[in-house]
């Protein structure tokens, strides 16, 4: 089946079989391997990307669903020259190590503060316990979204 | 003798987050190859049988299915060798790479499957008709110990091996101590369950009759050797490539039966071929861990002194002994006692085969399960004989004077008979710990009950034994661009060792980090490596790195001199250029013409270096859900020298919340026939982002290592090692007034919720500090002789 749909800003077309979740769409059929699979369950959160402004795991949503959206992955977060503010943090952090959980944190934190750019500790903990990652402990993962969230506010009084 | 440049011991950030924050991380799963096919594996329903017959016609029907290689196509069927301790005795209970007729675990190969796609090789799986004969199950170790059903008739038994740690007199000890107490413990099997799981992309050339395997990680010179074995090539003609590895944490990168099947695959139909694992996959197939229960004994002076331990430890080894299988019964025999001056121990260790996934090392493997035993008797003699937790600890940890402090002597040993700790000063770690805790103001807190919750503390002391020899192997070039490439035996999994690598390098060159390129793990780069286990990269690779670096600038110094005149100790290096004292000077690049380049090998002879720690927690218990929320958690530990505190402090915070998981939520839970119960990520738990927040680490360099010219030590496994203990501790502390024996891991909430429903109902309610039991009618079987 044909799916038409904007990767990164881009329009794209691919054709897909029906089975297939978006995940394998996107690393396979487009080659945009930075979306991970972890579980391929909905119960890591590595495949996380943004579909219309909403954070999704791409192993639980088919590839022909996703049919007129605008998504997201990690690849689409920062430009050749510089890394994003959110990425900027992580790295200030050190709140990657082996970095295979690391884009799917990216995406689900982007999402979460373009929505809630002042959304506390608590908060952004309970959004990422969505996500398994298990070199970090989450702490400095957690400081790197908390110091991040100005870049959002700034961006957010146009 | 460093340069005058400062990254060893600053914060520099990572050299790899750039390519992984921008999702450009090469992992296996994202590598293609022309013409590739994709693999499937059928593995083993059933925990214990016979395969009767294998039909794979309707399999071989489906459309885009090219091959299904079962052990019939194999021929003789190669069992995977041990990489540690292969002991006399073992090779009987090694791994086929293939079900050869019996299976033994819910999990084991029988068929690959390869196809056009991932989905259909996993359809032609589906399609596989297995005939199969069931036998009874070995279920656990108790079963396992009776022999009346042997996973290796021809072997005519279930044990595997026994190792004994000796040391003084444990007898005499016993015979004549006026304190001892007897207790049982039990940790649960778990695993090191990486967020990436496993993958290989093996490609043959025939004309070459070349293989390469990309996916390698870990230890990537022994299984070269190992694959080129099995497939009757010379090692020089395989390659294993290292890409970026989604976490190891001692399971990755062991050979698998997968590291044969794959690149035999590729052979057999002469294209490329990919295999990835999925999670289900992964849980019955990668290693697991830990599984250990005993009963232990402790003999103490009734003012604290240990005299000593003995006892019995058994451990439940699945079905085959694998690569490092060995590796965690060893520990527990030779490292029972920790840090602890325990001068009489006798410890039996029996390593017992059952019909479940084979376990290997799992980060600080022997060493978690010990701590656990360890500190709960030595917490236990504390609270009988009237003594404060951290007084306990204080009177029995080994002093300063005595390094090196030799530990407990190994039956039977092969090349680890004796083991000592190096260097340090334990107690200092201790105080410092207690101290930024406020230890002493805490106590207060003890068993209180405050807003409905019970309150404890627990504190624990560790050893991390690490840098595990026998040599690492590094190669620097300097290159025509005047950038100088580190070619390195380590092996990255996740780790940050580029970063270090370079900042090893570029201090020691004197040259700025981005001049320094580092590459590592794969085989094409050196002749022999030993990669990354035991928490070994930094002080082997990182030493041998040194010492090249140290080599080249000389070799710099020369081709400067014989260029440009005069002697090599006049030619000064500064920025990338040699200059002669009145003032001509040479580029590197201009240099590298010369082609510039030195091999160096770091050894040990296997000295081991000791890291050591202390580790303090808080803890509150809500008995009416079972909850334990850890309310302060805190680590120090003395590396001797740290390279990058921002790494160092990652690897700390990491291995103690894999620890929490380990004490609180991860379980592999198998039913009576043997099957796994836990075979998702939404059964078998770890911790998320909201678990636990309040972890502190510090760090310090008092005590440099003597045996690296670094001064470093293993670092990465310490912290994980005593949360087992200390989370018991701390909760039975919490609940000492309800008589709770936190014997037993995972500290899920329904055990504790138990612990306050099950216990005599006049205890109920009471908030009651804890009173020292100090008699033989107490909890247990304490006897204290008047
Ligand atoms: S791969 Fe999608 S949630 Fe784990
Ligand atoms: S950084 Fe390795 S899983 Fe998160």
């Keep these: 089946m044909q799916v038409n749909f904007k990767l990164n800003g881009t329009p794209v077309v691919v054709d897909v079989e029906p089975r297939m979740h978006l995940a394998d769409c996107l690393r396979d059929e487009l080659r945009q391997t930075g979306t991970h699979l972890g579980c391929e369950h909905g119960a890591c959160g590595a495949c996380t990307v943004i579909v219309d402004g909403a954070a999704v795991r791409a192993c639980l949503m088919l590839a022909v669903q996703v049919e007129g ?37 990216l995406t689900t934190a982007h999402a979460l503060l373009t929505d809630e750019p002042d959304a506390d500790g608590d908060r952004i903990r309970a959004v990422l316990s969505g996500n398994l990652c298990r070199c970090t402990g989450y702490i400095p993962i957690v400081d790197a979204v908390l110091d991040a969230r100005a870049a959002y506010r700034k961006s957010d009084k146009r | 003798m460093i340069g005058t440049n400062r990254y060893i011991g600053s914060p520099v950030e990572r050299i790899e987050d750039l390519r992984f924050l921008r999702g450009r991380g090469e992992f296996v799963g994202d590598l293609k190859s022309q013409g590739m096919l994709h693999a499937a594996i059928l593995r083993s329903p059933i925990a214990h049988g016979r395969i009767r017959g294998l039909d794979s016609a309707a399999a071989r029907a489906i459309p885009g299915v090219r091959d299904v290689i079962a052990a019939a196509e194999i021929g003789a069927v190669p069992t995977i060798p041990l990489r ?85 007199d444990a007898e005499a000890a016993f015979r004549d101590a006026p304190y001892v107490r007897r207790e049982c413990f039990e940790v649960q099997r778990h695993t090191a369950l990486p967020m990436e799981p496993r993958g290989l992309l093996a490609e043959w050339d025939s004309t070459q009759q070349r293989m390469t395997v990309l996916g390698a990680a870990k230890v990537p010179f022994f299984n070269r050797d190992t694959l080129a074995a099995m497939l009757g090539l010379a090692p020089a003609s395989v390659d294993l490539i290292e890409n970026d590895v989604g976490g190891g944490f001692g399971a990755r990168g062991e050979f698998y039966p997968e590291d044969f099947l794959i690149p035999f695959a590729a052979r057999h139909v002469g294209r490329p071929v990919r295999w990835l694992e999925d999670r289900r996959e992964h849980l019955t197939a990668m290693n697991h861990a830990r599984q250990a229960d005993c009963e232990v004994e402790i003999a103490c002076r009734r003012d604290g002194t240990i005299l000593g331990m003995r006892g019995e430890i058994f451990v439940d080894l699945g079905a085959y002994v694998r690569t490092n299988g060995l590796i965690q019964p060893r520990t527990l025999a030779q490292c029972f006692s920790g840090p602890y001056r325990v001068p009489n121990l006798h410890m039996v260790v029996r390593a017992l085969l059952t019909n479940k996934t084979p376990s290997g090392t799992y980060r600080g493997p022997g060493r978690y399960e010990a701590s656990f035993f360890c500190e709960r008797l030595i917490e236990l003699a504390a609270v009988d004989l009237g003594l404060d937790s951290a007084e306990m600890r204080r009177r029995n940890l080994i002093g300063a004077a005595e390094m090196p402090y030799k530990l407990a002597r190994l039956e039977p040993g092969g090349a680890a008979v004796d083991t000592e700790c190096d260097s340090g000063d334990y107690g200092e770690v201790l105080e410092r710990c207690l101290a930024e805790f406020a230890w002493e103001e805490k106590r207060t807190l003890q068993g209180r009950l405050i807003d409905g919750r019970y309150h404890g503390i627990a504190v624990a002391c560790f050893i991390e034994g ?164 850890v309310l302060d958690f805190l680590v120090v530990e003395d590396v001797g020298r740290i390279v990058n505190p921002l790494t160092l402090h990652g690897q700390a915070i990491g291995g103690v919340v894999q620890g929490l998981g380990g004490a609180f939520m991860e379980n592999l839970v198998y039913d009576a026939n043997g099957q796994l119960l836990t075979g998702t990520l939404a059964d078998y ?51 000492a007034s309800f008589g709770a024996m936190p014997n037993q891991l995972p500290l899920s909430p329904a055990r504790v919720w138990r612990m306050g429903a099950e216990a005599p109902m006049e205890n109920l309610g009471k908030n009651a500090r804890a009173e020292p039991v100090s008699d033989a009618a107490g909890p247990g079987r304490s006897q204290i002789r008047r």
């Design chain 1, 69 to 105: 959206s605008s998504i997201v992955t990690v690849e689409g977060l920062s430009t050749e020259e510089a890394l994003t503010p959110l990425q900027t943090a992580f790295r200030k952090h050190h709140a990657l190590q082996c970095g295979f959980c690391t884009p799917g944190m």
């Design chain 2, 685 to 735: 738990l770890i911790p998320t982002a909201s678990d636990f927040p309040r972890i502190r680490a510090i760090a310090l360099e008092n005590h440099p290592s003597p045996s690296n010219p670094l001064g470093v030590k293993g670092a990465g496994e310490g912290p994980i090692i005593p949360v087992g203990g200390l989370m018991a501790n701390a909760v039975g502390n919490a609940l």
């Design chain 2, 84 to 168: 540690l301790l292969p002991l006399p005795g073992t090779e009987r209970f090694l791994q086929p790479v293939i079900a050869t007729g019996r299976l033994r675990y819910v999990g084991e190969p029988i068929a690959v499957v390869l196809a056009d796609s991932a989905a259909l090789a996993e359809d032609g799986v589906g399609a596989l008709i297995l005939d199969l004969e069931e036998l009874p199950p070995v279920a656990d170790r108790r079963a396992s110990g009776r022999h009346e059903i042997l996973l290796f008739e021809e072997s005519g038994t279930n044990l595997a091996m026994t190792f004994t740690g000796v040391l003084g």
């Design chain 2, 466 to 629: 690490a840098g595990a020899g026998p040599k690492e192997a590094a190669r620097l070039e300097l290159e025509p661009d005047g950038t100088v490439a580190v070619y390195v035996g380590s092996a990255a999994v996740g780790q940050g060792l580029e970063t270090v690598m370079a900042q090893v390098a570029s201090d020691t060159l004197g040259m700025p980090i981005d001049l320094v390129r580092v590459f590592h793990g794969s085989t094409p780069y050196l002749n022999e490596g030993y990669g990354a286990f035991a928490s070994r990269s930094t002080v082997l690779g990182g030493s041998a790195v040194y010492e090249g670096a140290k080599s080249l600038l000389e070799k710099i110094r020369g081709a400067a001199a014989a260029r440009l005149g005069g002697p090599p100790d006049d030619i000064e290096l500064v920025d990338g250029r040699a200059r002669t004292r009145d003032g001509r000077s040479l580029s590197f690049a201009d240099l590298a013409a010369d082609g510039l380049r030195v091999d160096a090998m770091f050894q040990n002879n296997n000295k081991l270096t000791y890291t050591y720690g202390s580790a303090v927690a808080h803890v509150a218990v809500d008995l009416g859900t079972g909850q334990v929320e």
